[in-house]
């Protein structure tokens, strides 16, 4: 009996395996379709094709389009924050803020810069569709420019800032300068309004930029 006891929790956790893999499935599939074609351009039928799932398959664990949209939402975001922690969480130098606006140019380059920032075509699409979806959506981008403000604090408490600067009020202005900059460099299909976007934000913080001799940069 004592085998049968425990036999049954390990079939159960197996099946759970086999849904989350499913699930995962899907979400990736949503993922790259609403990427390149938008949110309200894909249908459950084409993600339940790329995804190589059943009806009944996609509908246990998405009732409809809306919830997988959602979700969807969630799990972009995520993507995003973590991406954005390895080249932020230990931001310290106006350097590393280069090689990180290198990294993101590098990386849009490789679509000649179609289709824009994940989370803010999503934005444009979603943000009068669907309140909850656009909650998410502003409580990422919230979480992605906390961590640009957080590396400009550390920057401001090393001396490497101007005690004036204003951490926060940059970051904005770096995030508003990357959405737009992205959303520019896909309308043309090439990434150079992103560059000058991001260049001109650079230079604006490169102004509250401390000289080694302690001598603001001009």
Known sequence: MSDDRVAAPTNQRRISQRGIATRERI??????????RGVNATTLDDVREAS???KSQLYHHFADKQELVRALVKYRGAL??????????RLRSFSGLVRWRNALV??????????????GSMALELSDQDEQARSMLSETFTAWEKLI?????????????????????????LMAALQGGYLLANAAHNIAPME???????EHIKSFLVQPSGEPTH
């Open 27 to 36: 979400l990736e599939a949503a993922n790259r379709l609403m990427f390149v």
């Open 80 to 89: 995003v924050l973590q991406r954005e922690r390895g080249g932020l969480e």
């Open 106 to 119: 590098q990386a849009n380059s490789l679509n000649n810069g179609k289709y824009g920032c994940g989370l």
């Open 196 to 202: 000058v976007a991001l260049d001109m934000a650079l």
């Open 52 to 54: 190589q799932t059943s």
């Open 149 to 173: 403000s957080d590396g400009l604090h550390r920057m401001r408490d090393s001396g490497a800032l101007r005690q004036d600067a204003d951490p926060e009020k940059l970051a904005t202005g």
